[in-house]
């Protein structure tokens, strides 16, 4: 748990670099940088920062360099980086207005450098491991399953149905989850979950799950075998299209996020431009209201901001209060606290820092960038996984126990054979539950792990990929059933 922990924070440590770093450039003030720290999110290094601060407001320390060297071996721990960085910023404190600015770069540099190297080595190190869990953890169990019928009557048990079904669809799905969580906890980021608006789920949209229900029960009136496996794939379909109809909004507003912070590196340069040169922050936003290559979202984010100093006569600091509205973003909220600082300035050096910050923020978007173009080989193979291969060998595995089970039940035998092949200990049904509800927990799995691998812990991404792959997937798993079944069905007969 604690090294799961250390991983997530280790993950999202540039961003807190990326902020830390610009508020000293801006105020030479470092508790307050480690303030801003703090805030930024809830994982165990920005606990750790609050501590430092608290060792600070209870008076236990005066001197803030100190009250960080008490908490340095804890916070080296969990990320030896972030704590280098927290050394540099630290003594550039005592430099010139040159040499100052050119230590807090460095401090910016290093930890950049350091993330780039971490995500070429979390893909290299990952590959392996993703490729050995879906191999031997999703795929070989389910082609085990086909051999349930021969297999029972070798090892008698008298609850066969149940044991397998606790093995295959409770311990092997936990253990593949638990397994796919420690890789892909180690996925450096970054930039943190764009989009921050808390997702619920709407009650209006619960008759889609009525209607879903209604279905698979009306299902179970198909004849055998189809009934069982069409019923536990309508459910699980429901379910998946009520959580996409809860996020409808989030999606769009998700994509108005994303469009914005793509092009927020161009809006920071022109403020930052537009502040060395002494002008008004209404200057450079008319300005960007008339360049035609800007997306809508971006656009609008713009006219908001024009509208709210200007027409409003408004502060920079309190148009948090719209982000929050229009654009949910702790991104965009945490990068205009801090330039609505540099605005307050208005300083020559205060848009150095905020052109400064542009570069660094297009720097990180490249990274990301980066990292989804090392990954792609594991996430397209990840999302064949999930859309085609997991219900396609289900669907075979499937169709082959439920045809061997018949044949096996209905094949006359002398009495001279040792092993009584009447005496199968699970049902026809049993089978199709079992490797159906371990169709769709897989496919689902697959679908979330690799939304996770390219988006990061975007849960609007990981539930709108559930729902593009899963449902695909659920009705290859259905059709491929269907047809193998009776494919080999006809042959197996034939033969016989």
């Not at 980086?81 to 770069?105: A, G, M, P, Q, T």
């Amino acid at each position: 748990m604690w090294k799961e922990k250390i991983d997530r924070a280790r993950s999202s440590s540039l961003y807190i670099t990326l902020l830390t770093s610009t508020y000293i450039k801006l105020t030479r003030n470092l508790e307050g940088a480690i303030k801003i720290g703090a805030g930024l999110m809830n994982n165990v290094l920005t606990q750790e920062l609050s501590k430092v601060i608290w060792e600070i407001e209870t008076k236990r320390e005066f001197d803030i360099r100190k009250a960080i060297e008490k908490r340095k071996e804890i916070i080296n721990r969990i990320d030896p980086y972030f704590s280098y960085v927290l050394e540099l910023l630290s003594s550039s404190l005592n430099e010139v207005k040159e040499k100052f600015s050119r230590s807090i770069d460095k401090a910016v540099d290093f930890h950049m450098n350091a993330v780039e190297k971490m995500m070429i080595k979390f893909v290299e190190t990952a590959i392996n491991p993703i490729k050995i869990i879906f191999s031997f953890l999703v795929l070989l169990p389910v082609i085990l399953i086909a051999l349930m019928p021969i297999a029972t009557l070798i090892v008698e048990s008298p609850h066969a149905g149940i044991d397998l079904l606790f093995i295959v669809d409770i311990i092997i799905p936990l253990i593949v989850f638990i397994a796919l969580t420690d890789v892909i906890s180690k996925r450096p980021m970054a930039l943190l979950e764009t989009y921050s608006k808390r997702m619920e789920l709407k009650k209006e949209n619960a008759y889609i799950l009525i209607i879903g229900f209604i279905i698979a029960l009306a299902s179970l009136l198909l004849p055998y075998p189809f009934s069982l496996p069409v019923s536990i794939s309508m459910s699980s379909m429901s379910l998946i299209l009520f959580l996409n109809s809860s996020i409808k909004e989030h999606k769009e507003k998700t994509k108005s996020v994303e469009e914005v912070l793509n092009e927020m590196p161009i809006l920071l340069k022109e403020i930052g431009v537009s502040l060395r040169r002494g002008e008004p922050l209404e200057s450079s936003l008319k300005y960007l209201l008339k360049t035609e290559n800007l997306n809508k979202s971006t656009s609008r984010f713009i006219g908001l901001i024009y509208n709210w100093i200007s027409i409003k006569g408004k502060s920079l600091k309190s148009f948090t209060n719209i982000i929050d509205k229009e654009f949910p973003s702790n991104i965009l909220r945490d990068i205009f606290a801090v330039l609505s600082i540099a605005v307050e300035r208005g300083t020559e050096e205060a848009g150095e820092v905020i052109e400064r910050l542009s570069e660094y923020i297009e720097r990180m978007e490249r990274l990301e960038r980066r990292m989804s173009e090392l990954l792609e080989e594991v996430t397209s193979s990840l999302s064949l996984m999930a859309s085609i291969t997991i219900p396609l060998i289900a669907a075979i595995s499937l169709s082959f126990a439920l045809v061997v089970l018949e044949y096996i039940t209905s094949i006359n035998i002398s009495n001279n054979i040792i092993i009584d092949l009447k005496k199968v200990s699970i049902t026809p049904n049993e089978v199709s539950l079992i490797i159906s509800l371990y169709a769709v927990e897989m496919i689902m799995l697959s679908s979330a792990f690799n939304a996770i691998l390219k988006h990061g812990r975007n849960k609007i991404k990981i539930i709108e990929e559930i729902s593009n792959k899963s449902i695909q997937g659920i009705i290859i798993y259905i059709v491929s059933f269907i047809l193998t079944y009776m494919l080999l069905k006809s042959v197996i007969g034939g033969v016989l």
